[in-house]
């Protein structure tokens, strides 16, 4: 068992940042690949960015490229999401979620243990 915490989430205006950050526990964190995931109100969860177990490769959507980054520091079992120039659609709960087997970093069916979420609002 996988537990996963997220935080930092809150409100913001447009061209705003956020940092996110996520705590897992229950596994070797440095062996974790990692995602974090959103769902705006009245769509499905959509794949944000994810980061394999070493930090070296990491994945993003075409909608938050050049944006966002995602980045982990396996010294404090935290990974991160810096999120920068924040539009009104990034709007949603945003998921960490921790990827065991093999499996595509962009599929919602390779990642086993999932957060209970954090609200990221930003304003026009």
């Known amino acids: 068992q996988v537990q996963v915490v997220e935080s930092g989430g809150g409100l913001v205006q447009a061209g705003g940042s956020l940092r996110l950050s996520c705590a897992a526990s229950?596994?070797?964190?440095?062996?974790?690949?990692l995602g974090w995931w959103r769902q705006a109100p009245g769509k499905e969860r959509e794949f944000v960015a994810a980061v394999n177990w070493s930090g070296g490769s990491t994945f993003y959507s075409d909608s938050v490229k050049g944006r966002f980054t995602i980045s982990r520091d396996n010294a404090k079992n935290t990974v991160y999401l810096q999120m920068n120039s924040l539009k009104p659609e990034d709007t949603a709960v945003y998921y960490c979620a921790v990827k065991l087997y093999s499996g595509s970093y962009y599929s919602r069916g390779s990642y086993t243990y999932w957060g209970q979420g954090t609200q990221v609002t930003v304003s026009s």
């Open positions: 229950g596994r070797t964190f440095s062996s974790l690949d």
